[in-house]
Structure formats: structure tokens, C-alpha cells
């Protein structure tokens, strides 16, 4: 599991532990970069940890799901008075991607943590309207660049006023995360909480 100090807004886990968690920022945050309110992950982005989830996408094994929403519901128990929500909303694929993939991964993942942490899921409100390139690869200009305005909220969806958590399976930059949060608080929500299963920390 990550372990503090961390960054009391995205969650970046900080190399010295010589750091106050309880007033510590990371760069981004300082410079308010990011538009959901908290964020929180399991584990670093590394080991076993990845492979999971590696073999979740790409070796189409959606059973890999469950586990991994165990993880996150202990995180979510830990962190539940700035992760709890109205509701859950995964990171959508393009239709086109879930299609070619089988499944989406955000989405199998949030069905058993609904379930474990009794949070209602909201899987088709928030909707991915153009495909975007595979972010593994690019740098993190040429990832916000990938996927502005390739989200738009669903007609019914009740997110006014409401506070939403945002499931993905991995927090690399946070662009993907931020625009989801950006156009979610556009269309109404009062809150965006971002909790992933996987968080990439630089060494």
C-alpha cells in the first residue's frame, strides 16, 4: 500500500518521511493543476500490483476485478470521510475500445466495489465522445492535449449537486482523472473524489 507522507489533496506518495502528511503539498497541487477535490490509490504502480492489472486489460481476465475492489474498498474505508460519495463513476472507454477490449476494466472494478463499499454506481453517466489515443507513451502535455474534451455527462445524469467518486484502475498523470472531474463539476457536481487502484510515483 501507499504509505504517508502524502500529498493531502492528489495522494502523491512523497520519497521523505521527514514531510508533515497533515500540511504537505506536491508541485501540482500547489499550482492547483488538478479539478477533482481528493484523491486516493491502493498501491504503487509497480510489482504484482501491476501485472494484475496488466493482465486484467490486456489478458482479458475481468475475474482479476474483484480483487483489486477489495483493495480499494480498504482504502476507501480509510479514507472515507473525504472518499465518501453519492455515487461511483468509472472512466469510460470509447465504445469503439470496450468493443475491440470485451469490457471496461474502470467499470468491472466498480461493480464489486459498489457492492463492498454500498456506494450506487452511475456506470453511463459520464460518457467518452471521441476516441482518443492510447495514453501509455505520451508525455503529459501531449496526454491533457489526448484527452480534452473527449467526456461528456449523460442526459438524466443526476449529478447536481451531487458528490461523485471517480473509479480508474490507474493515476498516472491525472489527466484522464482531471478532465473526467473538470467536465463533471462543469455539468453540476458539488464534489469529484478520484480513488484508483494503482498510482505511478516517480522515483
Known amino acids: 500500500m501507499i504509505e504517508a507522507p502524502w500529498c493531502g489533496v492528489c495522494g502523491y506518495a512523497f520519497p521523505s518521511k521527514a514531510i ?7 508541485g501540482a497541487c500547489r499550482r ?35 480483487p483489486l475492489a477489495v483493495r480499494l474498498t480498504s482504502v476507501y474505508e480509510a479514507h472515507r470521510h473525504s472518499l465518501q ?11 469503439a475500445r470496450e468493443r475491440e477490449r470485451g469490457f471496461n476494466q474502470a467499470v468491472e472494478i466498480s461493480r464489486h466495489f459498489s457492492r463492498l463499499a454500498g456506494v450506487p ?33 449523460s442526459k438524466g445524469a443526476e449529478i447536481q449537486g451531487k458528490t461523485l467518486l471517480v473509479i480508474d ?12 472531474a ?3 463539476k462543469q455539468r453540476g457536481a458539488a464534489k469529484v473524489a478520484v480513488l484508483s487502484v494503482a498510482r505511478v510515483i516517480k522515483e
Open 169 to 180: 484502475d490507474v493515476f498516472t498523470t491525472g489527466a484522464t482523472l482531471n478532465e473526467c
Open 182 to 184: 473538470r467536465i463533471l
Open 32 to 66: 492547483g493543476l488538478y479539478r477533482f477535490d481528493v484523491a486516493r490509490a491502493y498501491g504503487p504502480f509497480q510489482d504484482s500490483l501491476r501485472e494484475i492489472i496488466h493482465h486484467l486489460k490486456y489478458g482479458r481476465h475481468p475475474s482479476l476485478a474483484r
Open 85 to 95: 460519495a453519492d455515487w461511483l463513476i468509472p472512466v469510460p472507454l470509447h465504445p
Open 20 to 26: 508533515d502528511p497533515n500540511q504537505a503539498l506536491c
Open 121 to 153: 454506481l452511475a456506470w453511463r453517466w459520464l460518457l467518452r465522445t471521441r476516441p482518443t489515443q492510447v495514453q501509455a507513451g505520451l508525455t503529459r502535455r501531449e496526454r491533457r492535449s489526448n484527452v480534452n474534451g473527449a467526456f461528456d455527462v
